[in-house]
């Protein structure tokens, strides 16, 4: 009989526009031809071609695409996530590099940004001819923000940035750095040009996962920026955490993908290999093994397709978004450990990719607020009681 593969056993594809099925499928041809060659050699060797990335997947139209205007293609948030959910299929680095540009770096200027900082750097970073980092997380503050030590002091009319931000994405190739800092009053966005003086960013080495993706420290010692730099729309902690509820959002489908890269993988493996005189995939454990996880990556998802629907209806609560967020990261990196054992000795090689995915998603459960942090979100809406503090 026709073997399917997991998400046409869902018949998923029937909950997605055809609109949004061509851009997945333009995505995936991009990740099939240019990323799928060279990533193993990039992970190894710890280093991504970012700079020549940007620019093409701004010719993809995937940097900033569900923004408006500013040459962004304004899709739907369930056109993005599906984009995601290709590019991650690839790597998790290379979803981090476009969540970040697009959902964070961008999105935080495109929300809170005055024209000026609009027409300024939007365009350009959609094309992905500038590339865009976002600073909130330092190293003594993560998952509570709120503590952060980073300072932004008024001098005449100039604002004066001094602290260090930690882990963070593109942070040493970046052109412009959205950096939240302390105030005298409440914390607010700054649109930091990397070329600033005081502005540096040193490279974050010897990473077990996400290595096919650039990770830094940034410093700034009295970096002076003028009153423009600051985002003028927003004040408070409310500003970098609307940013995450959107880069959050792009991972709910992401790490579907690489859970959906990992059992193609093992599906593909165990239909050739041979064990006592038989295909592995024609075992009863490897079966079960192949069943459940083509449930856990089928509900995964439906979930995220209904969370899409309803961001695309401007309905989506940030507690939802750490529902999708956490069953997806969860899911996936359960799927690609278990699809790595179908591999049996060859699971632990960099040939195949579910080690790489499995890798890579412990990064992607701590980062966009921790597995646990997303518990005390969902329980937080369940009880009334925040059980954060
Ligand atoms: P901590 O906050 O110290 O947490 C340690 C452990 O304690 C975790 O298990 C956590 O869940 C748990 N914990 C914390 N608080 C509670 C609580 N109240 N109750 C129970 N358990 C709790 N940040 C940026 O700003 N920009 C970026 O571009 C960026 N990119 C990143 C890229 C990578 C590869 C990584 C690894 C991180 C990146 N981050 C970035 C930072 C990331 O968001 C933080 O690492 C994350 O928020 C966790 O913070 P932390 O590392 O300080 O861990």
């Given at each position: 009989?026709?073997?399917?593969?997991?998400?046409?056993?869902?018949?998923?594809d029937?909950?997605?526009?055809?609109?949004?099925?061509?851009?997945?499928?333009?995505?995936?041809?991009?990740?099939?031809?240019?990323?799928?060659?060279?990533?193993?050699?990039?992970?190894?060797?710890?280093?991504?071609?970012?700079?020549?990335?940007?620019?093409?997947?701004?010719s993809?139209?995937?940097?900033?695409?569900?923004?408006?205007?500013?040459?962004?293609?304004?899709?739907?948030?369930?056109?993005?996530?599906?984009?995601?959910?290709?590019?991650?299929?690839?790597d998790?680095?290379?979803?981090?590099?476009?969540?970040?540009q697009?959902?964070?770096?961008?999105?935080?200027?495109?929300?809170?940004?005055?024209?000026?900082?609009?027409?300024?750097?939007?365009?350009r970073?959609?094309a992905?001819?500038?590339?865009?980092c976002f600073?909130?997380?330092?190293?003594?503050?993560?998952?509570?923000?709120a503590g952060?030590?980073?300072?932004?002091?008024?001098?005449?009319?100039?604002?004066?940035?001094?602290?260090?931000?930690?882990?963070?994405?593109n942070?040493?190739?970046?052109?412009?750095?959205?950096?939240?800092?302390?105030?005298?009053?409440?914390i607010?966005?700054?649109?930091?040009?990397?070329?600033?003086?005081?502005?540096?960013?040193?490279?974050?080495?010897?990473?077990?996962?996400?290595?096919?993706?650039?990770?830094?420290?940034?410093?700034?010692?009295?970096?002076?920026?003028?009153?423009?730099?600051?985002?003028?729309?927003?004040?408070?902690?409310?500003?970098?955490?609307?940013?995450?509820?959107?880069?959050?959002?792009?991972?709910v489908?992401?790490?579907?993908?690489?859970?959906?890269?990992?059992?193609d993988t093992?599906?593909?493996?165990?239909?050739?290999?041979?064990?006592?005189?038989?295909?592995l995939?024609s075992?009863?454990?490897?079966?079960?093994?192949?069943?459940?996880?083509?449930?856990?990556?089928?509900?995964?998802l439906?979930?995220?397709?209904?969370?899409?629907r309803?961001?695309?209806?401007?309905?989506l609560?940030?507690?939802?978004?750490?529902?999708g967020?956490?069953?997806?990261?969860?899911?996936?990196?359960?799927?690609?450990?278990?699809?790595?054992?179908?591999l049996?000795?060859?699971?632990?090689?960099?040939e195949?990719?579910?080690?790489?995915?499995?890798?890579?998603?412990?990064?992607?459960?701590?980062?966009?607020?921790?597995?646990?942090?997303?518990?005390?979100?969902?329980?937080?809406?369940?009880?009334?009681h925040?059980?954060f503090?």
């Amino acid at each position: 009989s026709r073997t399917q593969t997991p998400l046409e056993l869902f018949g998923a594809d029937a909950l997605v526009g055809e609109e949004e099925r061509d851009l997945q499928a333009a995505v995936r041809a991009f990740v099939d031809d240019r990323i799928r060659p060279e990533i193993g050699r990039w992970w190894e060797d710890g280093q991504l071609p970012a700079r020549d990335l940007a620019k093409e997947l701004g010719s993809l139209g995937v940097l900033g695409m569900h923004l408006e205007g500013y040459g962004c293609a304004g899709t739907s948030a369930t056109a993005y996530g599906l984009a995601c959910l290709e590019l991650e299929a690839g790597d998790s680095g290379l979803r981090s590099l476009v969540s970040v540009q697009g959902s964070l770096a961008m999105f935080a200027i495109h929300r809170f940004g005055s024209d000026e900082q609009k027409e300024e750097w939007l365009p350009r970073m959609a094309a992905g001819e500038a590339i865009g980092c976002f600073g909130l997380t330092e190293a003594d503050h993560g998952s509570n923000p709120a503590g952060m030590r980073t300072r932004a002091k008024r001098d005449g009319d100039d604002w004066v940035l001094d602290g260090s931000k930690m882990w963070i994405t593109n942070g040493p190739i970046a052109d412009v750095a959205v950096v939240w800092a302390q105030t005298d009053e409440k914390i607010r966005g700054f649109v930091v040009p990397t070329d600033t003086p005081g502005f540096t960013a040193n490279e974050v080495h010897h990473k077990a996962s996400l290595r096919a993706s650039v990770t830094g420290e940034l410093v700034l010692e009295s970096v002076r920026l003028p009153s423009s730099a600051v985002l003028p729309e927003v004040a408070g902690l409310r500003g970098p955490l609307s940013c995450l509820d959107e880069a959050r959002f792009g991972i709910v489908f992401g790490a579907l993908g690489a859970a959906r890269d990992s059992l193609d993988t093992a599906l593909a493996y165990a239909a050739d290999r041979i064990v006592f005189d038989r295909p592995l995939s024609s075992f009863q454990l490897t079966q079960a093994k192949l069943a459940d996880m083509t449930l856990e990556l089928g509900k995964g998802l439906l979930l995220a397709l209904h969370l899409g629907r309803l961001k695309d209806e401007g309905e989506l609560r940030a507690e939802q978004v750490s529902l999708g967020k956490l069953n997806s990261v969860r899911e996936a990196i359960a799927i690609a450990r278990e699809c790595r054992t179908i591999l049996g000795g060859n699971g632990i090689s960099l040939e195949y990719s579910p080690i790489r995915h499995a890798a890579n998603l412990e990064s992607v459960l701590t980062y966009e607020g921790t597995s646990e942090v997303h518990q005390l979100s969902i329980g937080r809406a369940l009880t009334g009681h925040s059980a954060f503090a």
